[in-house]
Each structure stands twice: as C-alpha cells, then as structure tokens.
C-alpha cells in the first residue's frame, strides 16, 4: 500500500479520539483498523477493551428474574452506546409484549452478528443489508419485519468529505484517507467499493489509506473531525443525526448519493419456533398502534414496520456477483 497523506498524524489523533468516546469507557470492546487488501484486510492494530457486550436492559417489572429471555442482537450501524440508547426501549416493549425479558447482544462486526444467528445465540436482530443477504444464502437467515421510514422501504449509501475541504466528488478523494464502516456494511463498504470497481479501481490503490471505524457514526465523526478525508455512511444514520444532535453532520458535506437499495431489515434465525416467530412478527407489524411504542418508533424516525419483499435486496447480490466476476469476494 503506498504511505497515507498525514499517517505519522493519523493513528495518533484516531487512537486518542476513538478511546475519547465515553462508550468505551463504559461497556469496553476493541476499536479496530483495518488496511485493505484484495480481498480482506491485511493488517489490523487493535486498542483491547474487552470484546463482549451482553447485557439485560433495564426493567422496571416485579419477578423479572424468572422470565424466559428474548436474545436481541442490533449490528453496529451505530457505536454500542448510541445503539443502546435507541433501541433499548423499543426491545423491551417487544419483549413485554411475549412476557419475556430483552438481553441485547452486540459485537463489534456485522460478521459476529451473523455467527450468533447461525449457532441460535440470539432470537432475533437488526442487521445491515448486506449481513442480511450473505447469512440467507449461507445459513436461511430469515426476515422478519423491515422498518418503513418516511414512507419508504429503502436507503443508501452517502459518500462524505469535510464541509470546508475542496473535495467535490468520489474522484477528489483519490490519495486520500478513507473510513469504511464495517467489512459487511453494504451502504459502509460495499457500496463505495462497488463504485470504485466501476471505475476500474480499488481501495488500496485509489485511497492514500483506508480503515474501518464499525460504526456510522464514528465515521462521520472521522470526516468532521478531519480524521479521514472521506467516507461511506448510512443515508438513515446521517439525516438521523442531522436532524437530531447534527455537531458532527454539520461539519460534513455529502459528494455523492448512490442508487437505493432495501433497507436493513430484522431478521430471526431459521430454526426459531414457528409459534415465537409468528408472534414476534404480529408485535413489530403492530408496533404503530401502540402508545407507548408509538413515541419510540417517532423518535427513531420509524413510521411502522412492515413485511419484507425479499426482491428487494436484489441489487445486493449483483454487486457481489459483480465481485465474485473479478475474483474479488466484495468484503
């Protein structure tokens, strides 16, 4: 790989920023970078926090102890702490429904995730799409329910660079540092790269230096913070943010919107039984008449959950056919 723009000042400034963010004082996990090789990465610099996140959601409900569990995993299209922060609520209304308890599982890769649906180490989760679409082909991964957010079953990926930088498209971002969001990520991986392959490019010889932040959020913190010159994101995560706490989005601009593809979706393992399934689908399709659920879906900008078209994750799979034509595997 040819040397970075600004390496010597990079991994420092990274390092320091990422062990700032008070999610990892609180529940650990390691932060990872990644240099992008063909087909995977090949070189990886770790800071240990510990790697597992497990943990019961707060309850306010007498005899909790002795309910069965609901084992929920959310990918990390966010950092762990924003995650919990969003879906917490949300999780426990579903459990109450089933009279059951939430435990929400996370890891620091949508790959992890994925290996706990396979082996039945989790009842269900929100995954990215790309996960989505590798875990159906390789185990039966299964859709439960997808969310609806302004009316529409779909998103994309943004391509961003600094507010102030005379970056103006994904062609001035050539020699730069690039943040990628996760290995699986469609709109934070694969997407850009499915770009670049269009161009005749890849990542480690059109980027000055690239690495993975695992998390949405913390790329676009990256770029505001002029800690990579550009980056991938999710569409979904970014107006979220924008419209909600936009310290960070404000410093970013977006240079270019890809095509829409179908959005990340919740997914449950296939040997779940038929009866939990059924009834876990009837709750989340529901969710929307409900009070209490009502506010939470409002506030994570969902409208209501809806059932899946699985046609819809189509595109998906011809960017990794396009990969697998080129002898490359698309992650």
């Excluded at 020699?175 to 005749?200: M, Y």
Aim: aromatic share 8%; with cysteine.
């Amino acid at each position: 790989m040819t040397e970075p723009k600004q390496r010597s000042r990079l991994l420092p400034e990274l390092l320091v920023a990422i062990g700032a963010i008070a999610v990892l004082a609180l529940i650990g996990g390691y932060v990872t970078l990644k240099m992008l090789g063909d087909t995977g990465a090949s070189e990886v610099k770790r800071i240990d926090f510990a790697d597992v996140v497990v943990g019961q959601l707060p309850t306010a409900k007498a005899g909790d102890e002795g309910r069965q569990l609901l084992r929920v995993a959310v990918g990390a299209m966010n950092s762990p702490e924003a995650t919990r922060e969003q879906y917490g609520e949300l999780l426990q209304i579903v459990a109450d429904q089933i009279d059951r308890r939430a435990v929400l599982a996370q890891r620091k890769t949508y790959a992890e995730i994925n290996n706990m649906l396979e082996h039945q180490e989790v009842d269900l989760a929100f995954v990215c799409t790309a996960p989505y679409v590798l875990g159906q082909e390789k185990f039966g991964l299964e859709i439960l329910a997808v969310p609806v957010t302004q009316g529409q079953k779909v998103y994309r990926s943004y391509i961003l660079a600094h507010r102030d930088s005379a970056i103006q498209s994904l062609d001035d971002l050539r020699g730069e540092v690039f943040a990628f969001t996760d290995p699986q990520s469609n709109t934070g991986c694969l997407v850009p790269r499915f770009l670049l392959l269009q161009k005749g490019e890849k990542p480690q010889s059109f980027f000055g230096d690239t690495y993975y932040t695992h998390g949405h959020d913390n790329s676009i913190h990256a770029v505001a913070e002029g800690m990579a010159g550009g980056a991938a994101v999710d569409s979904l995560v970014w107006d979220y943010l924008n419209g909600s706490n936009p310290v960070w989005t404000s410093k970013t601009k977006i240079i270019e919107r890809s095509p829409l593809y179908g959005i990340p979706p919740i997914v449950v393992h296939p040997a779940l039984d038929p009866k939990v399934k059924n009834q876990l689908r009837r709750i989340f399709l529901t969710l929307h008449e409900d009070e209490r659920a009502r506010e939470v879906l409002r506030t994570l900008r969902i409208d209501r959950f809806e059932e899946a078209d699985d046609s819809a994750y189509d595109s998906v799979r011809e960017m990794y056919r396009a990969f697998a034509n080129t002898g490359q595997d698309g992650s």
